[in-house]
């Protein structure tokens, strides 16, 4: 009997620039130059970034709006021997961008799923707030609705600690103003355009921030630091159902695993591990 998996090739995930097209690794260069095929969420900027680096290998589109139909097709490639890499527009694949139904499709197809690390605008912004990276929890886009950003912003500040969001320019004011009333006036850093000749960030309490702010243009990562507990100042002893709130805005990324989350709930109320994981499971059984 063959073993698929061994004669089968690998779907790299390959980080791309965020903005400066330098900002690439020979890995990935020599990964994108070696596969049979790209699948791109916009093949028109992926193809400005190959023409860069004189890389000629084919491109197909997958974004949101085609990834479930041409999963099978992609998937049925690999199995077949072929190796694809799959980029987004910027940074690293998935996060916040399509990509994800792909690769859990492949692992669950049994074939070989490869990261090929690059650019990160949450990294790159946080690594430069001055705020605390440790934990830090990442919450995407800010919804743009108003029953769900009010829901956002109460899991903001049930998380606490340092969060990392992405958002809009034509709401990047409006989600400050939101935040700094949920929040209070705590310190920011507002990233924009990461990388590029225009890069800017500006820091400091949000009040602070929204008066220096003057141009709103571009795409902007915000690093904002919540209620920072210490063993001595702490608030009254979260209930089981807060507990499992914040957990689960901490591991729904999958970037953060269920024992590292209930490690940095333990440290942030003061509390053993295991008081933490017992209050999560009976938040569960009571349906909290």
């Known amino acids: ?42 093949t028109r900027r992926t193809a400005q970034l190959l023409a860069r680096h004189a890389i000629h290998t084919p491109l197909t589109s997958l974004h949101e709006h085609n990834e479930e139909r041409k999963t099978p097709a992609l998937l049925q490639r690999v199995q077949r021997g072929e190796s694809i890499a799959l980029v987004s527009d910027a940074g690293t694949p998935t996060v916040s961008d399509p990509g994800s139904g792909l690769v859990r499709a492949a692992i669950d197809a049994n074939l070989r799923v490869e990261s090929i690390p690059g650019p990160s605008a949450v990294i790159a912004a946080l690594v430069v707030s001055g705020l605390s990276t440790r934990p830090f929890t ?22 606490g600690g340092t969060v990392v969001f992405f958002e809009a320019p034509h709401r990047i004011r409006s989600t400050l103003e939101e935040l700094k009333a949920v929040v209070g006036d ?98 569960k059984k009571s349906g909290e």
């Open 186 to 283: 705590c310190r920011v850093a507002v990233a924009r355009e990461l990388t590029k000749i225009h890069e800017e960030l500006v820091r400091g309490p949000i009040s602070d921030v929204l008066e220096r702010m003057k141009v709103i243009r571009g795409e902007f990562t915000v690093v904002v630091e919540i209620g920072h507990i210490t063993d001595s100042d702490l608030p009254e002893p979260a209930s089981d159902g807060e507990l499992l709130l914040q957990f689960g805005v901490m591991t729904k990324t999958g970037v953060v695993r269920r024992r590292e989350a209930i490690a940095a709930l333990a440290r942030r109320h003061a509390r053993p591990s295991s008081d933490i994981y017992q209050a999560i499971e009976r938040a």
């Open 138 to 159: 990442f919450m995407g886009f800010a919804p743009t609705r108003s029953k769900d950003r009010t829901k956002w912003f109460a899991e903001a500040r049930a998380v």
């Open 1 to 42: 009997m063959v073993d698929v998996a061994s004669t089968a090739g690998t779907l790299f995930i390959v980080g791309t620039p965020i903005g400066n097209l330098e900002d690439i690794t020979l890995r990935a260069l020599r990964v994108l130059r070696e596969v049979s095929v790209i699948a791109a969420e916009d």
